[in-house]
């Protein structure tokens, strides 16, 4: 193992990538539109807390938001409170600086299992990876998540191979800030020391994650939320919405088994990990066939992490490219544990051509993308034409949330274009979706003022009840 604290030398190197790395994930911060409710959902919350101080229960539409912890949305909020306002960038702030966690992360655990070349190359490999450099950018948990979960692996690391067991207070106290950020799949880290602890000690194992301060902070962290949660929904609600719905089934697999669960795991996984996923395979098997008796413990408890991380993921009933981006620190410590050990005589030169290429080319694409997006969506017109009016705005089909977070004003989801009827009378706006306009009920009284692409989806505006109430028009 190396020495307990960084060197001078390899002080520097991590400033060099903290720098490089922020460089990449600064150069159009905030500038892409959000187009999916998942994007808009905690932006809205964190408005939520600033505008009417729901800090302990934030609010979507009036309605207590219980499917996710809130601990983003204060991040968003706490980010946006020098400006008063929650935008696009500041929305993104606890993304960024949650990836630049990664990276510190990833460098430190590079540096106690593989030595100082191994550092840099984490650090520099995790930031050019597809689902870094992409989520760093989006105000949504998994980049928080990511951080949590990697400096969580950090601390066991110090504990375990380190020996120093108050180590697992910080670990059980990262644990529970995971599970504030998304809920129960917060706590992976646990199945992971499992895992290695079993495998290393033997069913005794486990013992050895006794931690009385950690266990108490862990709990101390968990039951007040859901305690919470269980107060505000009432007890049916808790069970079947909450706890059984968005707690349970959304990560227990349904259904009939097919080949394809494999292959679309494999694909998010590979997708998420460009374009050092290439080498995956190569470095795995290296990593399985290690020489050095020294190495083989460490690179144990690596590919457990790869491993239990893939598999439970994969088994989740709903899947996400985002869900495995857990897979990015621990492929970029496989990959830098390898290079470090390569002997080519122009190692560094070919590890710096290929990161400035992979550098380059996905930050092009990144910018040409969000420029891209930016030009085709046609949220701007619609929200200049809904802007200043009063009147109530209905939703059928489409992102509402997006739409509340430009409009900075509810915006009530429909079920079906049939639930419109009762309302019409009352005048307002509608914004569907054009592949259920055939489902409009014929006598219902619009007037279409503006279409567009959301989301690269045709979407059409429409007037209520006659001209008196378009005041955007």
């Known amino acids: 193992m190396p020495p307990s604290r960084l060197q001078p030398a390899l002080t520097r190197r991590l400033l060099l990538v903290l720098v490089t790395s922020l460089s990449l994930l600064s150069f159009d911060f905030g500038s892409r539109m959000f187009t999916t409710n998942d994007e808009a959902r905690f932006p809205l919350l964190a408005r939520d807390i600033l505008t009417h101080g729901h800090w302990i229960l934030p609010r979507l539409n009036g309605v207590p ?11 968003i909020a706490l980010a946006s409170w020098p400006g008063a306002a929650v935008t696009q960038a500041s929305a993104a702030v606890p993304s960024l600086l949650a990836a630049l966690g990664v990276i510190l992360s990833t460098f430190w655990i590079a540096w106690r299992l593989f030595g100082a070349d191994a550092a840099p190359i984490a650090g520099l490999v995790s930031i050019t990876m597809y689902g870094v450099l992409t989520l760093a950018r989006a105000p949504i948990p998994d980049m928080t998540f990511c951080a949590e979960l990697t400096a969580a692996m950090a601390a066991y690391v110090a504990a375990e191979l380190g020996r120093r067991q108050a180590w697992l207070i910080a670990f059980y106290a990262l644990v529970g800030l995971a599970v504030w950020t998304k809920g129960p799949a917060g706590l992976l880290p646990l199945a992971v020391v499992l895992l290695d602890t079993i495998t290393t000690h033997g069913w005794a194992g486990p013992a050895r994650l006794a931690s009385a301060p950690g266990l108490l902070l862990l709990g101390g962290l968990l039951v007040p939320w859901w305690a919470l949660a269980f107060a505000v929904a009432g007890g049916e609600r808790f069970w079947i919405d909450v706890a059984r719905n968005d707690w349970l089934l959304w990560y227990v697999p349904t259904g009939a088994w097919s080949w394809r669960v494999i292959t679309e795991a494999v694909s998010q996984a590979f997708t998420v990990l460009l374009p050092w996923s290439l080498l995956l395979p190569v470095v795995c098997w290296w990593a399985a066939h ?27 009933h709903q899947q996400r490219m985002r869900y495995y981006l857990p897979l990015c620190p621990v492929t970029a410590l496989l990959i830098a544990g390898w290079g470090a050990g390569l002997t080519w005589r122009r190692r560094t030169m070919v590890f710096a051509s290929v990161w400035v290429v992979s550098a ?110 378009a005041g955007g028009t």
């Open 65 to 75: 938001h219980l499917d996710k912890p809130p601990l983003l949305a204060w991040l």
């Open 290 to 316: 290690a020489p050095d008796p020294g190495a083989r413990r460490r690179l144990r408890l690596v590919l457990l992490w790869l491993g239990t991380t893939f598999v439970l993921v994969a088994l989740s």
């Open 360 to 469: 380059t080319g996905l930050s092009l694409w990144i910018a040409l993308a969000g420029a891209r997006a930016n030009a085709v969506t046609g949220l701007p017109a619609i929200v200049r034409e809904l802007r200043n009016t009063q009147a109530p705005v209905y939703a059928v089909e489409v992102p509402e949330l997006v739409f509340a977070f430009y409009l900075e004003r509810p915006v009530l989801l429909l079920s079906s274009p049939r639930d419109l009827s009762p309302r019409a009378r009352g005048g307002g706006y509608l914004i569907i979706a054009n592949r259920v306009l055939p489902a409009l009920p014929a006598a219902l009284p619009i007037r279409l003022l503006a279409t567009g692409l959301v989301n690269q989806r045709p979407v059409s505006v429409f007037a209520i009840g006659g001209g008196s109430i």
